[in-house]
C-alpha cells in the first residue's frame, strides 16, 4: 500500500508492483519487460531449433 503512488505514477502498475519493493523510478518496468522479451526470445529460438532438428531427423 506504500508504493501505490510511484506505481501508479509510472503508469504500469501490475507489472511494477512486484518490482516496488526495489523503487528505480522508471527503470523498474523498463528492466522487467526486457527480461520478459529475451525470455520470449529464447523461448521462440529454441522452439525454431527444435522445429529444425525434427525436420532434420524426419
Known sequence: MMFQEPCTAN??????????????????PLCQTLMFLLLFAGFGVSSLLVASLIQVFE
Do not use: F, K, M, N
Request: charged share 15%; proline share 6%; with cysteine.
Open 11 to 28: 503508469g504500469a502498475c501490475g507489472l511494477s508492483e512486484s518490482v516496488a519493493r526495489r523503487p528505480q523510478g522508471l527503470l523498474a
